[in-house]
Structures are given as C-alpha cells and as structure tokens.
C-alpha cells in the first residue's frame, strides 16, 4: 500500500495534537511533504526524539483510528539518522500542535541520509531536494556539500552494482554544479 501526501499530512496533524515532545519526519513521508506532493511512499518514517517507545505506541494508534496498517508507521530509519554525526542539527520544525512538533532533518542529513543506500528512488528524493529553493536570505538553509561529497567518497565501492556506482557520481556531480 502507497501512502500519499495527504495521508502523510493526517498522520502529523494527529501525532503534534497527541504526542508530547519532537517527532521527527524522514524518508519518502518526508518528501511527500516537503519536496514533491506527488510522491507516494509505502511506508511512513517518524519517530521520536527523545521518548520512542510511549510515542511508537501512539503512533501506532493514530494508524489504526485512520485505517492504515499499523506497519505504515516505521520507526527503522531512526537507526540509519541516528548514525549520522550530529543528525539532530539543524532540526526544522514541519508542522506544531497543542501538544508536539514534527521535525525534519537539516538538508544535509537528508542527503547523507539518502547516499548509503542511493537506490534510483532515492537519487530522485536527492535531485528534488537540490532543485528546491530551501529559503531565502537569512532563513536560506544552507547544504554543507564538502561534508556530503566526503560522506560519498566514504562510501565502500560497490563491487557488482555498476548502477549503484552511476547512481553515486550522478549525485556526486549534482553537487559540483551547486
């Protein structure tokens, strides 16, 4: 099942009106409401920042009063964000209720968040968020590309995915012409 934009925005409406504290949003959820409304995604990354099993519960909840499979709800990607230094910089607020926020993660988390696994879908995600005009003047979010383009160059070489390989210089070259 593919969950579009609309949905995804359902589900944050209720986590910030029945959540206490920082949710985090991330993924093709995020993308969905951020980047491109178009784009669907089969599941939906959110988790919480501080207190993740009360609020993976709650979530949980929220899914099933909307009528989705409580599997919509993906609290995995925390494992992925959270290896990455210094992840929770930069946090930007998407969407705040009575109770809780809904964070994404700075533009450069969201792209070292993509290169590791850099599937066709995610270079994709990549190439909307380098098209997108991420604010204005002082409030321009700034995208720390040496330390992506360091991430990439990190990366152990695929040994048989030729399209991984192509996928991973496209990316890399998306980042010189910034």
């Known amino acids: 099942m593919d969950f579009n934009s609309q949905k995804v925005e359902q589900?944050?409406?209720?986590?910030c009106a029945a959540i206490d504290g920082d949710l985090?949003?991330?993924?093709?959820?995020l993308v969905s409401v951020w980047?491109?409304?178009?784009?669907?995604?089969?599941?939906?990354d959110i988790f919480h920042r501080t207190d993740r099993a009360a609020a993976q519960i709650a979530l949980w909840d929220i899914a099933a009063d909307l009528g989705l499979p409580i599997e919509a709800i993906n609290g995995a990607a925390e494992y992925f964000i959270r290896r990455i230094p210094n992840w929770d910089h930069g946090l930007v607020v998407l969407s705040q209720g009575d109770r809780g926020r809904v964070?994404?993660?700075?533009?450069?988390?969201f792209l070292l968040s993509k290169?590791?696994?850099?599937?066709?879908?995610?270079?994709?995600d990549c190439r909307a968020a380098l098209a997108a005009d991420l604010g204005q003047g002082a409030d321009r979010e700034e995208l720390d590309i040496p330390r992506v383009r360091a991430a990439l160059l990190e990366l152990p070489e695929p040994?048989?995915?030729?399209?991984?390989?192509?996928?991973?210089?496209?990316l890399a070259s998306l980042l010189v012409e910034r």
Do not use: K
Request: aromatic share 2%; proline share 4%.
């Open 115 to 124: 290169i590791s696994r850099l599937s066709e879908r995610d270079l994709t």
């Open 35 to 44: 980047l491109e409304p178009r784009r669907l995604t089969e599941d939906i």
């Open 103 to 109: 964070l994404r993660p700075s533009f450069t988390v």
């Open 11 to 15: 589900v944050i409406e209720r986590a």
């Open 159 to 170: 040994e048989i995915d030729a399209r991984l390989r192509l996928r991973r210089a496209t």
């Open 24 to 29: 985090i949003l991330v993924g093709g959820a």
